[in-house]
């Protein structure tokens, strides 16, 4: 028996010749039908194969030793940048207080002449405007009584009113407006304080910091330690001669904590997870108003790792760290790039927050309704943030909603089914009409 006829009796295919094969209009129509609607369903399943969904992970934060950017923009429209200061702290006992790297204070006009922006200035110890250039080589200026900082412009020496200020605050003594201080009245400190007396202040930029519990605060008056507790030199604060006081209403224009999801990538979280606003700091646009100088805002934070890897990434910067390396790699990235990697997966955090205010005179809630809350007395006025750590951590991965094999057995299913049904169709509008032509003919 020849090869070619072993098959024959296998054939589920069956022919026709061509003189049996009977062709309609309706039949032509059926068939552009099914065809326009096989392209369609093709074009379809070629879109969801090329669409990008976003995965969500939750695993346990395995990290050791790690640092975290805080990247922050908020306005005082009522203090002006000359007794603002931003002082860190966290649980192992580091501290950061009067924080220079990083942020820069931006003057703000009077609320009443608008508000706009007068001057911007880095917090840089040391800058030009401190210098006094014009004094003899030889001069040391006194401290009053007090150590000279070590990182004055001259060893043992207090050059500068913001050294004598420094060196007064390494003893935790009350400054003031610089009265009877030589290198103050020397550089109108007083005269140019009263000067922004109605001006407001904006803060901005970022600190990197322990991944560990702590808190960051903004607060008038240098800060120094007194025995155990941290205090402010609140003197400058309170003896204001604007009418009112200066008060702590502020405007959260910005506060977040790691990098910004680039918004290719905030746009995919919205698609895939439209019930969540995880990639959305809920802190932005935030705002609190006071007349009360001695009142205080609490903000407690609840700081969750999270990681984005794009379509086509590695995961290995999700690998635990070992102690101390990651600490190390952190220094010397440059502020503002910590937590980017070169394959595009961003190491960043979300966070939830719930919020407090007070008047430091205490005294119960009774104007609201509620006699029976209680608030303490004292205190410090200004915006504190304290944040903690999660020990989850969320994993937000890009993948294709369906793999190539899944596009390919999708296509097959669509050109199959619509073939059979569009058969089926046919078949029937033929059978019925050549049904009735029959009862015609009758």
């Known amino acids: 028996m020849p090869a070619k006829s072993r098959f024959t009796r296998l054939d589920a295919f069956t022919k026709t010749v061509e003189d049996a094969r009977v062709r309609t209009t309706s039949g032509g ?7 326009l609607i096989v392209l369609y369903l093709v074009w379809g399943e070629w879109a969801d194969y090329r669409r990008v969904v976003v995965l969500p992970e939750l695993i346990v934060d395995k990290g050791r030793g790690e640092k975290m950017e805080i990247h922050l923009n908020i306005s005082f429209p009522r203090v002006p940048c000359e007794l603002l200061s931003l002082d860190v702290m966290d649980v192992s006992g ?17 609320v009443a002449e608008g508000g706009q922006v007068i001057d911007v ?5 040391h800058s030009q405007d401190d210098v006094a250039l014009h004094l003899d080589p030889d001069y040391c200026g006194g401290c009053y009584g007090a150590t000279a900082p070590p990182n004055a412009i001259k060893a043992g020496c207090c050059n500068t009113c ?7 605050a390494s003893v935790s003594w009350a400054f003031g407006r610089g009265e009877n201080v030589e290198q103050c009245e020397r550089e109108h400190y007083g005269e ?19 991944k560990v519990v702590g808190n960051f605060h903004i607060a008038p008056g240098r800060s120094f330690s007194n025995g155990n507790m941290h205090v402010h030199d609140l003197n400058n604060y309170f003896e204001s001669p604007v009418d009112g006081g200066h008060t702590f209403t502020h405007e959260i224009h910005q506060l977040r904590f790691g990098p910004q999801l680039p918004a290719e990538a905030a746009r995919n979280l919205g698609a895939s997870l439209p019930w ?7 802190l932005d646009a935030t705002a609190q108003a006071t007349t009360d100088p001695a009142f205080n805002y609490m903000y407690f934070v609840k700081v969750v790792s999270t990681a984005y890897i794009p379509l086509g990434a590695t995961a290995t910067n999700l690998l635990p760290t070992r102690l101390g390396a990651s600490s190390s790699a952190s220094d010397l990235t440059p502020l503002g790039r910590h937590g ?5 997966s961003i190491e960043t955090h979300q966070y939830s927050v719930t919020s407090h205010k007070r008047s430091l005179g205490g005294g119960s809630d009774a104007a609201d309704g509620h006699k029976e809350r209680l608030h303490a007395r004292g205190g410090i006025p200004g915006v504190f943030f304290s944040y903690d750590i999660s020990p989850m951590k969320v994993i937000n991965r890009e993948e294709r909603s369906k793999s190539f094999v899944g596009f390919l057995t999708g ?22 009409a050549t049904r009735i032509k029959k009862l015609h003919q009758r």
């Open 162 to 168: 913001e050294e004598v200020r420094e060196a007064y």
């Open 276 to 282: 969540t606003n995880h990639h959305l700091n809920p």
């Open 192 to 210: 140019r304080l009263d000067s922004q007396r109605h001006e407001g202040c904006r803060i901005e930029g970022g600190l990197r910091v322990n």
């Open 340 to 344: 980017h990697s070169d394959d595009g």
């Open 411 to 432: 296509v097959c299913a669509v050109i199959g089914g619509t073939l059979t049904v569009a058969a089926a169709i046919d078949r029937g509008v033929y059978e019925g």
């Open 121 to 125: 200035k880095a917090l840089d110890l």
């Open 94 to 110: 580091e501290q950061q207080t009067g924080v220079m790297h990083g942020v820069s204070k931006v003057r703000l006009a009077p």
């Open 29 to 35: 129509i059926v068939t552009i039908a099914s065809l």
